[in-house]
């Protein structure tokens, strides 16, 4: 079974300093994996996902992610942060399977603080 | 571009009470799904629908029963609502892209 472990909990940051935030999973097969953003009292927007092909996944909002099969690791940075920054970050793995059904696995969300 | 259109939005219930809670989609998906989320939690899988006419139980099934009524709609329902199920319910369908609703905040008293 496939898991999903997001290592921080929270996150704060000052505005324009760097980001990442840390994302393992656990599978037996192949995966793709994404990266949702949750603002408060809104659903889910995809901030990115790894399909095949190039480790180095950007986004949107200037985020990208690398995923690294070695390390089973998929961490999300941001170079520059803004206060809008400021919300939940999910991480989630779904076993590669093809086709358009793919149960999603959610980490715990990492809840990230941009102070001014 | 309505995507995924869940209702109600907010639900306040009492212990022992039924309801349903509604998803549609107009994106022409196969796979549907509901999840919950609560907090430090996540979002958890309870059932989803890979195709019409078939739905599968997820990681927390208990204490809810699913429709796929037809390829847009796939319904949530509980039998008798407990105040553990108190929780914020998103449902999404997949096609090319997983795409989701903007959830319902339900409260179980």
């Known amino acids: 079974a496939q898991s999903v472990t997001q290592l921080d909990s929270q996150v704060p940051v000052f505005e324009e300093a760097p980001v990442e935030l840390r994302c393992n999973y656990s599978?037996?097969?192949?995966?793709?994996l994404f990266w949702y953003v949750q603002y408060p009292n809104q659903g889910l927007q995809l901030l990115l996902k790894?399909?095949?092909?190039?480790?180095l996944v950007k986004g949107i909002n200037g985020f990208e992610a690398e995923f690294n099969k070695s390390q089973t690791s998929f961490h999300l940075r941001k170079p520059s942060v803004h206060i809008s920054d400021t919300a939940e970050y999910f991480c989630?793995?779904?076993?590669?399977?093809?086709?358009?059904?793919?149960?999603?696995?959610f980490g715990k969300g990492t809840l990230l603080t941009v102070n001014p | 571009n309505a995507g995924v259109t869940q209702t109600p939005k907010f639900q306040v219930l009492k212990t022992g009470q039924s309801m349903t809670l509604q998803c549609a989609q107009d994106?022409?998906?196969?796979?549907m799904y509901w999840y919950r989320q609560d907090p430090g939690m996540g979002l958890r899988l309870i059932y989803y629908?890979?195709?019409?006419?078939?739905?599968d139980k997820g990681e927390v099934p208990n204490g809810y029963n699913v429709s796929r009524l037809n390829k847009r709609e796939f319904s949530l329902r509980l039998e008798s609502a407990a105040p553990s199920q108190t929780s914020v319910y998103f449902c999404?369908?997949?096609?090319?892209?997983?795409?989701f609703g903007s959830g319902t905040r339900l409260t179980v008293v």
């Open positions: 999404a369908s997949s096609g090319n892209g997983y795409t």
């Open positions: 599978s037996s097969v192949s995966v793709y």
């Open positions: 790894y399909l095949s092909g190039s480790t």
């Open positions: 989630a793995v779904s076993e590669g399977s093809g086709g358009s059904n793919y149960k999603l696995t």
């Open positions: 994106m022409n998906h196969n796979s």
């Open positions: 629908s890979a195709s019409e006419g078939t739905t």
